[in-house]
T-cell receptor, first 116, second 115 residues
């Protein structure tokens, strides 16, 4: 079974600073994908970034980067130059690649608050 | 990317009544859709997998007679909460994926309040 662990219930960051949100995972699958989603108070799920287990380079999408350490089974999200609009819940998720259309498994999330 | 439309976005109903939530995949045919439930300040928990033309698969602890799922076409899945009670009040959200190595696309979610 797959499991995602996010150990930081809440994080604070000063505007314009960088912040790292932690995520570790557990799976017996060799091929899988790791995701980060942002959920503002409206509830919508906003896709941020994806990392495949066989991708050799860390994924980057604008101000978002994923620090993928496969041996440690970690997939931390780094947000650079934080903005007030980044305040939201952030979920790390994963799914395996070999079982057809499978759902995402989510961590408990981290609430990020950006301070002016 | 796929566009998923979920309706209604917010509903308030009386205890004992039923509520239907629709999830539409607008730009591709989804043979599988996923339904999640999210209680306040908690994570998304998978409720069931909706399969076009066949019965849904429910996660352990989810009452299939209470949460009826119908996936009658490749673009529409519905979740009906039957005989709703206050403890069913939650945020329900659907999801589709067209490829295993890309993001999952989510509907806007439905905030259900049972009074």
């Amino acid at each position: 079974a797959q499991k995602i662990t996010q150990t930081q219930p809440g994080m604070f960051v000063q505007e314009k600073e960088a912040v790292t949100l932690d995520c570790t995972y557990d799976t017996s699958d060799q091929s899988y994908g790791l995701f980060w989603y942002k959920q503002p108070s409206s509830g919508e799920m906003i896709f941020l970034i994806y990392q495949g287990s066989y991708d050799e380079q860390n994924a980057t999408e604008g101000r978002y980067s994923l620090n993928f350490q496969k041996a440690r089974k970690s997939a931390n999200l780094v947000i650079s130059a934080s903005q007030l609009g980044d305040s939201a819940m952030y979920f790390c998720a994963m799914r395996d690649h070999h079982s057809g259309n499978t759902p995402l498994v989510f961590g408990k999330g981290t609430r990020l608050s950006v301070i002016a | 990317g796929a566009v998923v439309s979920q309706h209604p976005s917010r509903v308030i109903c009386k205890s004992g009544t039923s509520v239907k939530i629709e999830c539409r995949s607008l730009d591709f045919q989804a043979t599988t859709m996923f339904w999640y439930r999210q209680f306040p300040k908690q994570s998304l928990m998978l409720m069931a997998t909706s399969n076009e033309g066949s019965k849904a698969t429910y996660e352990q602890g989810v009452e299939k007679d209470k949460f009826l799922i119908n996936h009658a076409s490749l673009t529409l899945s519905t979740l009906t909460v039957t005989s709703a009670h206050p403890e069913d009040s939650s945020f329900y959200i659907c999801s589709v994926t067209d490829r295993v190595d890309t993001e999952a696309f989510f509907g806007q979610g439905t905030r259900l309040t049972v009074v």
